[in-house]
């Protein structure tokens, strides 16, 4: 009988390994069903495990390249299609997805390249020659994007236009097409192109701080500062600066005592405009919250201080400026600088017409300097324009009972008093203004004029002295109406002429 062959352990434990091993075959097979289904992550690890199984195949690599395209993930997919070609020199296929791929990315010289070898390895390579042709369309519509500049809007949206055509993933275009949008502050419109460009690009600095700006200038401020910030990770112009900033952090420790050669300093340069823009948020919320506090504690011009300087940081943040002005107009208003704060509150309704706040608030501005006819004027519009809104209506009347108030006359003018004066300031003016228009001491050329005035004197008194009548002056009531006029409770007095003469008494 014959012996059986006994194999050495590691010949046994080689071939349970070989039969154990994946089938790189059988893995493609399942990447490609995942690819058909859309499910592209899935497809990417099928394909990884079959390269892992068995990595000098070509095909595997742009099979891969493929998945990571339809996920936008350019710079895998380039790195894939440089190891396929890598792996085979002659594997056409390579070259023909990474030269399409380059002019999808508007990299002009290293599509024609690619897609020139194609050809060189099979002479007339159809695809290939097409993919030459939106080479050369792309490379036209590239000239015309390098002239943007001297080109109006319209001329630069076509130009774009066609350059996304033939290279619908191109940075170069992308960028320049938010950047007209911004100028044009289509500032949702920014985020959403950028957005889409960051997702390929996750580290692409102009379109971070695009994006950026335009939420800073929605008023976003947190989103704002988010993206200045993760610009500034990837801004190699940072990089010393970051540096710098984390040494000093560190402090000095023991080594530092130590005698060292000191080293050049950093040469001096403009920050980069992520930090800049960065910088500038942080600026002008400071600013907003310290005039904030101001307010809260009636420090008027601290406020306005505050505010002035928060006005300046971004001139171009109209949204940020409506706020910080109407903010103005109110503690110019709290100031008595009257004039300054319809100034103000004008700003706000330039910046934004219908502006609530301004407008109420102008009206009342108006009363402040007593132009009753423009704060009706104001006030009338307002209410015109916003049919039904009680607020408005209600002012309204409020402005026309001023005017009223102010075609009738002034009694605290005609005495010379303030508003606010106490009955003694009302009686010293009273006798003062009484003894130097009585008529007895009118030149003979003024009698009738001092006849006048030591009437209006006298009916000025009757009211400011009266606690019941001088209120309802102020309220702007019809002292007829109310009872006060003449023949009424606490009527006027009547003044006689005797004699040529007015008989006058004072009762203080």
């Known amino acids: 009988m014959a012996t059986p062959l006994l194999l050495p352990l590691w ?10 091993a994946p089938d790189a075959a059988a893995l493609l097979r399942e990447g490609d069903a995942s690819f058909g289904r ?34 936008r993930q350019h710079s895998a997919a380039l790195r894939d299609l440089d190891a396929a070609i890598e792996k085979d020199g002659a594997f056409t296929a390579g070259y023909l997805h990474r030269g399409k791929l380059q002019r999808q990315l508007c990299n002009i010289a290293a599509a024609r390249s690619d897609l020139e070898q194609v050809i060189r390895i099979k002479a007339g390579h159809k695809a290939a020659v097409k993919e030459l042709e939106a080479v050369a369309a792309l490379e036209a519509a590239m000239g015309m994007l390098e002239r943007l500049d001297s080109q109006g809007p319209e001329a630069a949206r076509r130009a774009i236009a066609m350059v996304l055509e033939a290279a619908p993933d191109c940075t170069r275009a992308q960028v320049a097409e938010a950047q007209l949008e911004f100028a044009a502050k289509n500032y949702e419109q920014v985020i959403a192109s950028t957005g889409r460009l960051l997702k390929a690009s996750p580290g692409h600095l102009e379109a971070l701080v695009l994006r950026g700006r335009s939420y800073l200038y929605l008023n976003d401020h947190d989103l704002a500062k988010r993206h ?3 610009a500034l990770k990837y801004d190699p112009d940072h990089t010393p600066a970051r540096k ?36 500038k948020v942080k600026d002008l919320d400071r600013r907003r919250q310290r005039a904030a506090r101001a307010e809260e ?11 002035q300087g928060a006005l300046a940081v971004d001139p171009a943040h109209t949204k940020a400026a409506t706020e910080l002005h109407y903010s103005l107009c109110r503690v110019r208003r709290n100031m008595r600088q009257y004039k300054e704060a319809r100034e103000s509150c004008e700003t706000v309704l330039a910046l934004e017409a219908g502006h609530r706040g301004a407008t109420t608030d102008i009206v009342h501005i ?25 607020e408005y209506a209600q002012l309204y009347r409020e402005a026309e009972k001023r005017l009223k108030m102010s075609q009738r006359k002034d009694y605290y003018k005609i005495l010379g008093v303030d508003k606010q004066a106490d009955i003694r300031d009302i009686k010293k003016a009273y006798k003062k ?40 002056y102020d309220r702007g009531e019809d002292l007829e109406q109310a009872g006060f006029g003449p023949g009424g409770p606490g009527g006027f007095h009547n003044f006689q002429h005797a004699g040529g003469g007015f008989t006058f008494t004072f009762q203080m």
């Not at 010949?11 to 154990?20: I, K, T």
């Not at 079959?50 to 742009?62: G, K, M, V």
């Open 11 to 20: 010949l046994l434990a080689a071939a349970g390994a070989a039969a154990s």
């Open 38 to 71: 859309g499910e592209f992550s899935s497809s990417i690890r099928h394909y990884t495990d079959a390269i892992d199984a068995d990595p000098a195949q070509a095909l595997f690599y742009t099979k891969r390249a493929a998945a990571y395209m339809s996920l």
């Open 228 to 230: 200045f910030g993760e």
């Open 244 to 279: 710098a900033r984390g040494a000093g952090r560190r402090g000095v420790g023991r080594a530092s005592l130590q005698c060292t050669p000191l080293k050049p300093p950093l040469p001096s340069r403009n920050p980069p405009p992520s930090l800049q823009e960065f910088n």
């Open 297 to 307: 504690e009636s420090n008027w011009s601290e406020a306005e201080a505050q505010l």
């Open 366 to 390: 108006l009363f402040d300097l007593e132009e009753f006819q423009e704060a009706s004027n104001r006030a009338k519009a307002a209410a015109t324009a916003h049919q039904g809104d009680g």
């Open 433 to 472: 203004m009484a003894i130097t228009y009585h008529p007895d001491k009118a030149p003979l050329a003024e009698k009738a004029a001092y006849e006048d005035k030591f009437k209006e004197v006298a009916e000025a008194y009757e009211v400011l002295k009266d606690d019941d009548k001088r209120g309802a």
